[in-house]
């Protein structure tokens, strides 16, 4: 199955042609807060040989472990992940990122020792379908 996305501008565009992904997970570690001003982020780690870039550039960005966190210079958005040491062959995809996001739910939650602890209280909260007004 090809797997398709890329920024919110457009500029930068990857596929990843694969049978099965080799996990999908929301990862709550301090480190992907971070990178992304979210308390959460979502993981779909693919095999890097069934990973193109097939339009634009995105902008690397290497933290201390050698960890490359790959966005869109224009837009900001972040795109991918790749550490040959930690996860080696493994291209990880910011599923958020994916032209179907829904398409493929994740199937963990990993790094929950990071967790922020509001986050067990999500379920109680109210929710409204639009900003309520």
């Known amino acids: 199955m090809a797997l398709d996305g890329g920024c919110r501008c457009g500029a930068v565009r990857y596929t990843a042609d694969v049978t099965e992904p080799e996990h999908h997970a929301v990862c709550h570690c301090a480190d992907c807060r971070a990178a992304s001003g979210a308390p959460m982020m979502a993981w779909l780690a693919v095999p890097a040989a069934s990973f193109t870039v097939t339009s634009g550039e995105a902008t690397m960005f ?51 020792a990071e967790q922020l602890d509001w986050i067990t209280a999500l379920p109680t909260m109210p929710t409204f379908d639009r900003y309520p007004g």
């Open 62 to 112: 290497e933290g201390p472990t050698g960890s490359q966190r790959h966005f869109c210079a224009r837009c900001g958005t972040g795109l991918f992940f790749v550490n040959g040491d930690m996860l080696p062959g493994i291209v990880d995809i910011q599923s958020a990122t994916l032209d179907d996001a829904a398409t493929l739910p994740p199937a963990a939650q990993i790094q929950c």
